[in-house]
């Protein structure tokens, strides 16, 4: 594969590659346009690599690597994040320069015997928090963000032309050969990745917030160099857990198409009484990922589900343990369930967001026996009323 025309800096060269084999990210998130391995070199009186790419890709990083270093040799490699689609090649380069020194925090190289077996003695450069290390006119300062979304991540500052190396910060789906929107894939990434961390990433932005940055560099996805307070904004909005823009999602689990129907007409009760961005979404069948995200997305959230073995069906389960994994809050949900002869799936789904945060819960609940009649449509009508005043 032909080496990625990416521009950072003169000094500052990118040196990551595509992945376009790859089906499941984690092995559970689906990548239509695959996903890129970002890493970079600091060319300088001494020579740094940030980060390596996961060792599906390790032969043709080492070529993009060995032709930005021209004969040089490299000097460090920091570690912000030990996951192996950023470390799996760590083994790899440390044996190609073995007078290389490996610079991370304590966490790191508490973990990194679970994943190498080099020998560590003498090439280590322990950093802490505000600790810097100078390579020459570019200085590196280090700041710890744990669990974002790993214990061990931190990110890196270079003072002189003010980048910010963000880890899985800033990062998304999609191979960088592709063009999509930046944010669609950006917040299915960081809804279901590093979701939970909320509040591990409000502190690292209030970090950033004191640091002048010019330009991102993640590990995954583009540099991002331009109007960078959007992605800022997005951030925060998402890690706060604020709903992004107005609108509902209608996510329903059917199993013969009656819970389908109801919803698709829910649906349109909605759009038909000026409710705005409403968006249907079959849990079996769409990705569950987006389902996730778009719930975060929007400031309301219906569910329609039916009652299974007494219980949830599987994927309305699932969908609401991702849901709740994930911290979903600040939200108002209205619920309709169905059921042939025992629905209880609508209690079982209340129970889950009454478990939540900040979570208002609208009446009615809307039962369904089988197919919707006069009163059941009545319920639903009722209840749309209720999310668009």
């Known amino acids: 594969m032909a080496k990625l025309n990416i521009t950072v800096t003169d000094s500052v060269k990118f040196i990551g590659c595509n992945d376009h084999t790859i089906d499941l990210f984690e092995s559970q998130y689906v990548v239509p346009n695959g996903v890129s391995y970002n890493s970079y070199v600091i060319l300088d009186e001494k020579v740094a690599v940030m980060d390596t790419v996961d060792q599906r890709a390790t032969k043709e990083w080492l070529a993009n690597l060995d032709e930005e270093l021209a004969g040089r040799s490299v000097d460090y490699l920091v570690i912000s994040h030990l996951e192996p689609d950023h470390a799996g090649s760590i083994q790899v380069l440390a044996e190609k320069f073995p007078q290389m020194k490996l610079v991370s925090n304590k966490k790191v190289f508490a973990m990194l015997p679970q994943f190498f077996d080099f020998d560590l003695e003498g090439r280590t450069v322990t950093v802490g928090e505000g600790d810097s290390l100078s390579l020459g006119s570019h200085n590196l300062v280090f700041v710890m963000a744990p669990m974002v979304h790993w214990p061990e991540v931190m990110v890196e500052y270079e003072t002189t032309e003010k980048i910010l190396f963000s880890a899985d910060g800033f990062g998304k789906f999609g191979a960088l050969d592709c063009y999509e929107p930046w944010a669609d894939e950006a917040r299915r990434y960081f809804i279901n990745i590093v979701g939970k ?46 709903p992004e823009e107005e609108g509902i999602l209608v996510a329903y689990a059917s199993i013969h198409g009656n ?14 009484k000026g409710a705005k961005n409403v968006t249907v979404c079959d849990l079996a069948r769409d990705d569950m990922a987006k389902a996730v995200a778009d719930a975060y ?11 299974y073995d007494g219980n949830m069906f599987p994927c309305m389960e699932d969908f609401l343990a991702h849901l709740r994994i994930k911290n979903f809050q600040k939200r108002t949900v ?3 369930q169905n059921g042939s002869w025992g629905p209880v799936a609508g209690k079982q789904m209340k129970a889950v967001f009454e478990g939540l945060k900040d979570i208002t819960i609208l009446e009615p609940m809307v039962t369904i026996k089988s197919t ?18």
């Not at 961390?197 to 002048?212: F, I």
């Not at 919707?372 to 005043?389: F, G, P, R």
């Open 334 to 336: 209205g619920i309709i």
């Open 297 to 307: 997305r929007y400031d309301k959230l219906v569910v329609a589900g039916v009652t």
């Open 197 to 242: 961390y909320g509040a591990q990433v409000q502190s690292l932005l209030k970090k950033a917030a004191t640091l002048d940055i010019a330009m991102i560099c993640p590990l995954h996805g583009p540099v991002l160099k331009e109007n960078l307070g959007y992605y800022l904004n997005l951030y925060n909005l998402w890690s706060s857990y604020t």
């Open 259 to 272: 819970t389908a129907k109801a919803a698709k007409k829910f649906a349109q009760m909605l759009s038909d």
């Open 372 to 389: 919707m009649n006069a009163e059941s449509i009545a319920q639903m009508e009722e209840l749309a009323d209720a999310l668009v005043k």
